[in-house]
Nanobody, 123 residues
Framework: QVQLAESGGGLVQAGGSLRLSCAASGRTFSSDSVGWFRQPPGKEREFVAVISWSGSTTYYADSVKGRFTISRDNAKSTLYLQMNSLKPEDTAVYYC????????????????WGQGTQVTVSS
């Protein structure tokens, strides 16, 4: 099993940037697609971005396209999310998840998750 641990969240002003990290331990995750989701207050978990095992393919939610960049370093067993031009509506708990067995946009498809990191964007 893979264990994931997110870090890098915090409080930032609108227009600012944050870089989230997701460190994997246990069995290697280098053969798995991995993604970022977020859960705003009072809402369901929603898809943000996903990256293939090799890093060659990425997909983004329309709401973050052009502002967020997902990347991975398999040698370091770490997933990243660079978030630029942050908006108050980006405020959420951000989760990384791995190895979807169905639609990569569906949180229910992911086999393992981290505990999440809070991102708060003030206006």
């Amino acid at each position: 099993q893979v264990q994931l641990a997110e870090s890098g969240g915090g409080l930032v002003q609108a227009g600012g940037s944050l870089r989230l990290s997701c460190a994997a331990s246990g069995r290697t995750f280098s053969s798995d697609s991995v993604g970022w989701f977020r859960q705003p207050p009072g809402k369901e978990r929603e898809f943000v971005a996903v990256i293939s095992w090799s890093g060659s393919t990425t997909y983004y939610a329309d709401s973050v396209k052009g502002r967020f960049t997902i990347s991975r370093d398999n040698a370091k067993s770490t997933l990243y999310l660079q978030m630029n031009s942050l908006k108050p509506e980006d405020t959420a708990v951000y989760y990384c998840g791995g190895d979807p067995d169905g639609s990569w946009r569906d949180a229910g498809s992911y086999r393992y998750w981290g505990q999440g990191t809070q991102v708060t964007v003030s206006s």
